[in-house]
């Protein structure tokens, strides 16, 4: 069974940058799209982007276009989720999942955007 | 506000026949796949629903989608406390370019 596992996750200021990775196993990396979905507290869940198997389709949410970028090296079997500009809005447990129908999901990471 | 409109609550007592209904548009629901997914308190989200009416392995049949235009509903039938949970669905929509969800309805298992 598929096995998600994110990091990256922490304390950030306004304006700051960081890099969610999420760790893959269990499954063919390089066959499956993969998605980042966030979950603001209390909140409900929010879609954030997607890549392909091949990494050359990728899609985003208007929420954070321009801000993130999604990527993956299949070399590591690792998604990552580069996150630049951060804002208030951004803090959230980010959950990666498996496919663009989010088959499988880590237990996420929580990221924190305050001053 | 959400693309995808849910109900916000639902409840049941045990043994009841539960449907929690998700409204959308033509370029989403009624376009493409609906999918429903469970998040019990504290967990990720899970699976429940693909394709419209498909259970993943594991998802007991108690748990059945169904889908008709722009609408799609979920019905938990045999209610059960461990079904208390919090419910989302989810479809690409086709002018957005990506996904949407619903705002998710809360069970309640009286």
């Known amino acids: 069974e598929a096995h998600l596992l994110e990091s990256g996750g922490g304390l950030v200021p306004p304006g700051g940058s960081l890099r969610l990775s999420c760790a893959a196993s269990g499954f063919t990396f390089s066959s499956s799209a993969m998605s980042w979905v966030r979950q603001a507290p209390g909140k409900g869940l929010e879609w954030v982007s997607s890549?392909?198997?091949?990494?050359?389709?990728?899609f985003y949410a208007d929420s954070v276009k321009g801000r993130f970028t999604i990527s993956r090296d299949s070399s590591k079997n690792t998604l990552y989720l580069q996150m630049n500009s951060l804002r208030a809005e951004d803090t959230a447990v980010y959950h990666c999942?498996?496919?663009?129908?989010?088959?499988?999901w880590g237990q996420g990471t929580l990221v924190t955007v305050s001053s | 506000q959400s693309v995808l409109t849910q109900p916000p609550s639902a409840s049941g007592t045990p043994g009841q026949r539960v449907t929690i209904s998700c409204s959308g548009s033509?370029?989403?629901?009624?376009?493409?796949?609906l999918y429903w997914y469970q998040q019990l308190p504290g967990t990720a989200p899970k699976l429940l629903i693909y394709?419209?009416?498909q259970r993943p392995s594991g998802v007991p049949d108690r748990f059945s989608g169904s889908k008709s235009g722009t609408s799609a509903s979920l019905a938990i039938s045999g209610l059960r406390s461990e079904d208390e949970a919090d419910y989302y669905c989810?479809?690409?929509?086709?002018?957005?370019?990506?996904?949407?969800f619903g705002g998710g309805t809360k069970l309640n298992v009286l």
């Open positions: 999942a498996k496919e663009i129908w989010f088959e499988y």
């Open positions: 890549i392909s198997g091949t990494g050359g389709s990728t």
């Open positions: 394709r419209n009416n």
């Open positions: 989810a479809a690409w929509d086709d002018s957005l370019i990506g996904v949407v």
């Open positions: 033509s370029s989403n629901i009624g376009s493409n796949y």
